[in-house]
Antibody, heavy 123, light 112 residues
């Protein structure tokens, strides 16, 4: 059964950092690009970042201002998102999601999503 | 960024009736070299993550009931639920993946 499970969310103060993780199972993790997508509760979806299957390339939303870093550990089937200089505008549910395309490519369309982890940035 | 808009914001449809959701992109998402529209539709039920329904504008994801269909090309797209079921109550999002992915604001579908 293909599954993604996020962890690492919580309540943090503005200006601090947080590292999210996503554990993948049920598929060959190293064969797929992986994404982070966030959703402000009750609002729409915002794509955050993608990393290619082998970690050779990473792409980010321009709106993040270089504060987030996506990484992966194919040995342990894990995806990470390091977030720094957090602001209240980063408050959201963060989803990890698997890309549809297999191999050394990405389609930027996501066919498997985790349940999400909630990040709240508040003083 | 390509801006996605959807209409209506919400709609209420009787069980068994048709629901139609529209999505418009600020620029064409049709890639001429392969004649594919880089447009997907997702369903998000309350308290759940999004679920991929359709990609390439009209290709149904495996396991998605055939009452869901997608159409359109270029900048104008439609998701149709041919016969609304109770389990279809959800918010539906379109997403373009022609450039940096962007999502529409969502359309909430309820039972009338």
């Amino acid at each position: 059964q293909v599954q993604l499970a996020e962890s690492g969310g919580g309540v943090v103060q503005p200006g601090t950092s947080l590292r999210l993780s996503c554990a993948a199972s049920g598929f060959i993790f190293s064969n797929y690009a992986m994404h982070w997508v966030r959703q402000v509760p009750g609002k729409g979806l915002q794509w955050v970042a993608v990393i290619l299957n082998d970690g050779s390339a990473k792409y980010y939303s321009d709106s993040l201002g270089g504060r987030f870093t996506i990484s992966r550990d194919n040995f342990n089937n894990a995806l990470h998102l390091q977030m720094t200089s957090l602001t209240p505008e980063d408050t959201a549910v963060y989803y990890c999601a698997k890309d549809v395309a297999v191999g050394f490519s990405r389609m930027d369309c996501m066919d498997v999503w985790g349940k999400g982890t909630t990040v709240t940035v508040s003083s | 960024d390509i801006v996605m808009t959807q209409s209506p914001d919400s709609l209420a449809v009787s069980l068994g009736e048709r629901a139609t959701i529209n999505c418009k992109s600020s620029q064409s998402v049709l890639y001429s070299s392969n004649n594919k529209n880089y447009l997907a539709w997702y369903q998000q039920r309350p308290g759940q993550p999004p679920k991929l329904l359709i990609y390439w504008a009209s290709t149904r994801e495996s396991g998605v009931p055939d009452r869901f269909s997608g159409s359109g090309s270029g900048t104008d797209f439609t998701l149709t639920i041919s016969s609304l079921q109770a389990e279809d109550v959800a918010v539906y999002f379109c997403q373009q993946y022609y450039r940096t992915p962007t999502f529409g604001p969502g359309t909430k579908v309820n039972i009338k």
